[in-house]
Nanobody
Framework: QVQLVESGGGLVQPGGSLRLSCAASGFTFSSYAISWYRQAPGKEREFVARITSTTGSTSYADSVKGRFTISRVNAKNTVYLQMNSLKSEDTAVYYC?????????WGQGTQVTVSS
């Protein structure tokens, strides 16, 4: 059974940092691209960052470029999202995502709140 489990969210002050983790199981993790999405209250879910399976190439939403870094450790079946210089507009539930056998798979999400 494919599972994605996010962790690492919390409350942080503006300008602070957090590292999110996405632990995967039930599929050959190293063969799949993994993405992070987020959804703020009253808004649609939006793309944040993606890392490919083979080369580890990364891509980012313009709103987080230069502040967030996505990485993966295949030996641990885990993807990370390092978030620096956090802003209030980064407040959202963050979700891990992959497409397994043409079906989108999502984790349960982890809440990130940026507030003083």
């Amino acid at each position: 059974q494919v599972q994605l489990v996010e962790s690492g969210g919390g409350l942080v002050q503006p300008g602070g940092s957090l590292r999110l983790s996405c632990a995967a199981s039930g599929f050959t993790f190293s063969s799949y691209a993994i993405s992070w999405y987020r959804q703020a209250p009253g808004k649609e879910r939006e793309f944040v960052a993606r890392i490919t399976s083979t080369t580890g190439s990364t891509s980012y939403a313009d709103s987080v470029k230069g502040r967030f870094t996505i990485s993966r450790v295949n030996a641990k079946n885990t993807v990370y999202l390092q978030m620096n210089s956090l802003k209030s507009e980064d407040t959202a539930v963050y979700y891990c995502h992959t497409v397994y056998r043409v079906v989108p798979r999502w984790g349960q999400g982890t809440q990130v709140t940026v507030s003083s």
